[in-house]
């Protein structure tokens, strides 16, 4: 049954397709035809990612990853199913995040049957065996334990625990050495089955494909399997009533310190304008955290902004890798561009050039077939609809400055700030840190 056929327009100015099929079973397929492509991307997104985990389990979503490349009944181990792809000239790997996990390939266009089925293989029939098990998890607790290591990422995951608490959103993706040491086969398995079925279940292709035989390859692997119930995820419930602050001691030469405010979800109808915000603040060499904290004050060799955007919460991020003995100056005048931000110091041409930016990075970024399939099918996934580039770009140049300076107003909030620091510092800094908090107004 076909949901909905849309029409864009691609980079090079013609008008392109695709459409959304859903199976009996609850299956979701999106397609975009690129002829003038020589590859095929095939992405394969699950509805679950850490935010489903239980305490006990926390990890399994990304264990699962790494365990559907370990063997097949027809392929045996990870060397035959990557050498299946790399042979061709493609190329297969897979992701987990908080909320969804992908699977993806790259082939040549004409080898779109044998990357499907190595795709659907690993989905369908991967063994799970004790043996494997046994040895990722040994891989995987090396793994956490190199992001821990690794000062700008531990930052961010401490920011998350400060600011999400006890909640899943406040835990890693990979979950702690003692989580994933006890998680074992049958919980694999039980995960697997409650999680993986078809109605939770996107497949994106983009490229030199055609939308029937996209639909006749799903149907010959899926269309016989039964739909199940899945479990929802714990919501998000934020009422931050004062700053927190977060405080590592970790050896170091340099001070990583990480801002969060509470944000807005994917959803919001200000996502649009969120993004805005954080190109102007925190987004490449011109933004003005880089201009004022690099450039004029050489505080800092890295510093920029991201946002994290869930179904139902979001933040504002902000990092920075600072000299240590500067730190509170980096803070101060990191406060003060937000704080100049919430009042009426954005101009036009600077909105102007936002925009320009936004929208023509949107499209550099999905002129491959592995882009394109990544993005559309995210939109089912994550939005459960398609959009096309066009309407993006409209809504993009919808949004005024007096929306850019409200959503700030309501986003840097002293009483709604979190800071992360990972550097020679101890708790007992903690009071000199909040004082120049409270000055954000």
Known sequence: ????AMRDINSRGGVIIFKVIKL??????????MPYMKSVAIVFGVGVGSRYEEDHHQGISHIIEHMLFKGTKKRKNTLEISQTIESIGGEINASTSKEITQLYVKVPQEQFNIAFDVLADIILNSLIREEDLCKEKNIIIEEIKKYEDIPEELVEILLDKIMWKDHPLGRPILGNVKSVGNIQREDLLSYINRFYRPNNLVVSVAGNIKIADVILQVKNYFEEIKEGKIKGYLPVNSNQKTAQIGIKFKKSNQTHLSLGFPG?????CDKYCMDLLDIILGSGLSSRLFQEIRVKRSL??????FLQYFNDAGSFNIYAGIDSSRIKEAIQAILEELKKIKEDDLGEEELKKAKEMYKGSLSLSLEGTLSRAFWLGNRILLYDKPVSLQEIKERIEGIKKEDIQRLAQSIFVKDKINLSIVGPFKEKNRDEYNSIIQKLG
């Open 1 to 4: 049954m076909v949901f909905d």
């Open 24 to 33: 009996e079973n609850g299956l979701r397929i999106i397609v975009e035809e």
């Open 264 to 268: 807005i979800s994917r959803l919001n």
């Open 300 to 305: 800092a060799y890295d510093i920029h902004s």
